[in-house]
């Protein structure tokens, strides 16, 4: 058992004593660790119920209140809400770059699509020669597969 297990496990049941602390559910489980962690959660109680009640200023919560207003006027949220215009499909992400603005996009996707092709294609090529057992002879195999798929379906176009 690697010592990542054992911390994890000493976390977990760290979690568990914490949450039977906070009235969770009881954990019957038992550790060589349960004196040590139980001293942890005392120690959490105590900084826990010694820290003081913390509330926001009244200003800060005015001023939250007026922003979050405010925000659901505009963005007409609730009972400001507009009904909204029907909007049209999303087109996905390759029909908008390549009709769309960026052509720095389209090259970037034209120039990808390129160099997947001859990377495929050098790939085939060296698997050409390969044979069982090496680790180019399934792209071979499929290769091979394709070209006779593609043999047949224009043998049948022909006149």
Request: hydrophobic fraction near 40%; charged fraction near 25%; include cysteine.
């Amino acid at each position: 058992m690697g010592l990542g297990v054992l911390h994890r496990r000493r976390a977990e049941r760290f979690a568990q004593l914490l949450d039977e602390a906070d009235g969770g559910p009881r954990h019957h489980l038992r550790s060589s660790f349960d004196p040590e962690l139980a001293a942890l959660v005392k120690l959490r109680h105590r900084v826990s119920h010694a820290a003081p009640p913390i509330s926001p200023c009244p200003d800060f919560r005015a001023q939250l209140r007026a922003a979050l207003i405010a925000t659901a006027e505009r963005d007409g949220i609730g009972a400001t809400a507009r009904a909204e215009p029907p909007q049209r499909p999303a087109r996905s992400r390759l029909i908008r770059a390549l009709s769309g603005r960026g052509s720095r996009a389209r090259v970037t996707l034209v120039a990808g699509i390129a160099l997947s092709v001859m990377a495929f294609a050098g790939i085939s090529q060296a698997s050409e020669h390969a044979l069982p057992g090496h680790p180019l002879y399934g792209l071979k195999r499929s290769t091979e597969r394709a070209q006779l798929a593609l043999a047949g379906s224009v043998e049948r176009f022909r006149p």
